[in-house]
Nanobody, 125 residues
Framework: QVQLVESGGGLVQAGGSLRLSCAAS????????????MGWFRQASGKEREFVAA???????YYAGSVKGRFTISRDNAKNTVYLQMNSLKPEDTAVYYC???????????????WGQGTQVTVSS
């Protein structure tokens, strides 16, 4: 089993920045953290969970159109951690942010193998 723990959420004013972290632990089928694609998703109150960003094991990154140019996903395989740097935050970015891990499949799909518990991000206007 792989456990994912997010941190770094909080309250920030519009235009501000936050950096989320997701620390991975445990192992499944002998796989190491570096072999997983990692994704960030978010779910606003009353809305469906949506894709935000993902990074493949090789480092290629993907972003939702709504965050492209403002958010940056990165990973540190030595620390088993993935990050989401969020700049120029808007009130509509308010949501619970989840990280997730998968080996195969669409990076923007919701059927990841492992999920964290989420961290709240609130952007005030």
């Amino acid at each position: 089993q792989v456990q994912l723990v997010e941190s770094g959420g909080g309250l920030v004013q519009a235009g501000g920045s936050l950096r989320l972290s997701c620390a991975a632990s445990g192992r499944a089928s002998g796989r190491t953290f570096s072999s997983y694609a990692m994704g960030w998703f978010r779910q606003a109150s009353g809305k469906e969970r949506e894709f935000v960003a993902a990074v493949r094991s090789g480092g290629t990154t993907y972003y939702a159109g709504s965050v492209k140019g403002r958010f940056t996903i990165s990973r540190d395989n030595a620390k088993n951690t993935v990050y989401l740097q969020m700049n120029s935050l808007k009130p509509e970015d308010t949501a619970v942010y989840y990280c997730a891990a998968r080996v195969f499949g669409r990076l923007d799909g919701l059927d990841y193998d492992y999920w964290g518990q989420g961290t709240q991000v609130t952007v005030s206007s």
